[in-house]
T-cell receptor, first 118, second 114 residues
């Protein structure tokens, strides 16, 4: 069974602070994919990043960075120097290896509401 | 706009009504999905269509009936819904398995059942 846990329901920070959103996952697959999505108030989920389970190199994209730790089954997301426009709900998701019968489906966490205030 | 368009954006319906949600994409994707997003719960996968064939039905009640007439359009037909069906219904599409290119989501239909 697949499971994604985002223990932080809501985080409030002041603009320019750094913030880390936690994601812990469970899977029996040895090969899988992890995703982060952003859901602004408009509703659509915006794709941020995809990570293969066999690639543990951390990634940085502008103010965003991701820390993948396979040993602790975590895929945390850090926003550096947060801005008001970063306010949204952020979802972590897991997709199994289709070769083990997992299909196309994503398993989502419950999301973390990030509020960035002036 | 993400490339996946959902209509209507908001829908209020009575428990005896029949309505349909529409999803449209012209991204050349060949798989489409319905997800349900309820407050404080993870997104729940409802249906998956791949090449216009339903490949997944996640124990969804029969009052939800999907239809995929072609690879660009996906419908969710609703009838005799319950108040607990009120949620944001999200449509997504992918090219192939989605792992390489990611999933593209629409903005959703906010459904309220009264």
């Amino acid at each position: 069974a697949q499971k994604v846990t985002q223990a932080q329901t809501e985080i409030s920070v002041v603009e320019k602070e750094d913030v880390t959103l936690d994601c812990v996952y469970e899977t029996r697959d040895t090969t899988y994919y992890l995703f982060w999505y952003k859901q602004p108030p408009s509703g659509e989920l915006v794709f941020l990043i995809r990570r293969n389970s066999f690639d543990e190199q951390n990634e940085i994209s502008g103010r965003y960075s991701w820390n993948f730790q396979k040993s602790t089954s975590s895929f945390n997301f850090t926003i550096t120097a947060s801005q008001v426009v970063d306010s949204a709900v952020y979802f972590c998701a897991l997709r199994p290896n289709i070769l083990t019968g997992g299909g196309n489906k994503l398993t989502f966490g419950t999301g973390t509401q990030l509020k960035v205030e002036l | 706009e993400t490339g996946v368009t959902q209509t209507p954006r908001h829908l209020v319906m009575g428990m005896t009504n029949k309505k349909s949600l529409k999803c449209e994409q012209h991204l050349g994707h060949n798989a489409m999905y319905w997800y349900k997003q309820s407050a404080k719960k993870p997104l729940e996968l409802m249906f998956v269509y791949s090449l216009e064939e339903r490949v997944e039905n996640n124990s969804v009640p029969s009052r939800f009936s999907p239809e995929c007439p072609n690879s660009s359009h996906l419908f969710l037909h609703l009838h005799t819904l319950q108040p607990e069906d009120s949620a944001l219904y999200l449509c997504a599409s992918t090219l192939g398995e989605g792992a390489v290119y990611g999933y593209t989501f629409g903005s959703g239909t906010r459904l309220t059942v009264v």
